[in-house]
């Protein structure tokens, strides 16, 4: 791999939601260190209006000389948290460095309103966003523990604060609904159960750490603003480069610790070290 170093080497770091967006940016940056990739996300066939694919993600690894283990996996079923863990441990027997990116973000769920949103939509929502990633720390919290220590890192969003009445985080020129109660109560839940999770971890040199990315030109938001017309650059969205940038800091720093029980805001972070978001 050219334009590599080794910091990384001899580490397992798997990302989940890694067909598109913050996942496969991670993915890419960390093998670039090194690093045994095990990437795992639900889009395995391309879909319309949805850009990237698992697939599309292993062949940008393999071009870097990287062989990732690529695992398809819909995170809201137990048999496949327990299929993917196995499947990570069968082949690379430890994991040091967990990227909890996967969320569930289908667009009727995400801006359903009460009395409309589901029970269906709510569970699968927690399921994906919050148990999930409870599921696969608990999974991998002894493997971490035995080898000195590891990194779990947990994508938040700004949709987890709390709001005045009438305020919204949109961004401007889209048209898209606001969001329902959901999202922004799933990655709520998601930060505290983390910060409850990462003072057990301080003993055992576990780090656990949020990141807010804040709202990020994705491939997909990319391509829905495009169909509404608008040029998503111009929306003041926040580049996939930034919370990139972020993440590979974080993850080959040698002590993480010091970010761990902590939201760690991608965008200023990024400016004040000068990150390379490129």
């Not at 967990?98 to 569970?123: C, H, M």
């Not at 409850?196 to 990141?211: D, E, F, Q």
């Not at 017309?229 to 990139?244: F, K, Q, S």
């Given at each position: 791999?050219s334009?590599?170093?080794?910091?990384l080497?001899?580490?397992v770091?798997?990302?989940?939601?890694?067909?598109?967006?913050?996942?496969?940016?991670a993915a890419?940056?960390?093998?670039?260190?090194?690093a045994?990739v095990v990437i795992?996300?639900r889009?395995t066939e391309?879909r319309?209006n949805?850009?990237?694919?698992?697939?599309?993600t292993?062949?940008?690894l393999?071009?870097?000389g990287?062989?990732?283990?690529?695992l398809?996996a819909d995170l809201?079923?137990?048999?496949?948290?327990?299929?993917?863990v196995?499947?990570?441990?069968?082949?690379c027997?430890?994991?040091?460095?967990?990227?909890?990116?996967a969320?569930y973000?289908?667009?009727?769920?995400l801006?359903?309103?009460?009395?409309?949103l589901?029970?269906?939509?709510?569970e699968k929502?927690f399921?994906?966003?919050?148990t999930a990633?409870?599921m696969?720390?608990?999974a991998?919290?002894?493997s971490?523990?035995?080898?000195g220590?590891g990194?779990?890192?947990n994508?938040?969003?700004?949709?987890?604060?709390?709001?005045?009445?009438?305020?919204t985080?949109?961004?401007r020129?889209?048209s898209l609904?606001a969001?329902g109660?959901?999202?922004g109560?799933?990655?709520?839940?998601?930060?505290r159960?983390?910060?409850?999770?990462?003072?057990?971890?301080?003993?055992h040199n576990?780090?656990?750490?949020?990141?807010?990315?804040g709202?990020?030109?994705?491939?997909?938001?990319?391509?829905?603003?495009r169909?509404q017309?608008?040029?998503g650059?111009?929306?003041?969205?926040?580049?996939?480069?930034?919370?990139?940038?972020?993440?590979?800091?974080?993850?080959?720093?040698?002590d993480?610790?010091r970010?761990?029980g902590?939201?760690v805001d991608?965008?200023?972070?990024?400016?004040?070290?000068?990150?390379?978001?490129s």
């Amino acid at each position: 791999m050219s334009g590599i170093d080794d910091r990384l080497t001899g580490k397992v770091a798997l990302i989940t939601g890694a067909s598109r967006g913050i996942g496969k940016q991670a993915a890419l940056r960390l093998a670039k260190h090194g690093a045994k990739v095990v990437i795992a996300a639900r889009t395995t066939e391309p879909r319309a209006n949805t850009p990237g694919t698992l697939g599309d993600t292993a062949a940008e690894l393999r071009a870097l000389g990287c062989d990732p283990l690529v695992l398809a996996a819909d995170l809201s079923r137990q048999e496949d948290l327990d299929r993917l863990v196995a499947a990570t441990f069968e082949c690379c027997d430890r994991v040091d460095i967990l990227i909890n990116n996967a969320a569930y973000t289908v667009g009727k769920a995400l801006f359903s309103q009460v009395p409309e949103l589901t029970r269906d939509q709510w569970e699968k929502g927690f399921a994906i966003n919050v148990t999930a990633p409870l599921m696969l720390m608990t999974a991998f919290w002894e493997s971490m523990r035995q080898h000195g220590g590891g990194l779990v890192l947990n994508v938040t969003s700004p949709a987890a604060a709390l709001q005045p009445l009438g305020a919204t985080i949109e961004l401007r020129g889209s048209s898209l609904p606001a969001n329902g109660p959901l999202y922004g109560a799933s990655k709520a839940a998601l930060d505290r159960m983390a910060n409850v999770v990462a003072a057990a971890g301080a003993p055992h040199n576990i780090a656990v750490v949020g990141l807010a990315p804040g709202h990020v030109l994705t491939e997909t938001m990319d391509e829905t603003y495009r169909q509404q017309g608008i040029v998503g650059a111009e929306t003041g969205a926040i580049p996939l480069g930034v919370p990139a940038a972020a993440i590979e800091y974080l993850c080959t720093i040698e002590d993480p610790m010091r970010y761990s029980g902590q939201i760690v805001d991608a965008p200023e972070l990024v400016a004040e070290l000068g990150l390379p978001t490129s």
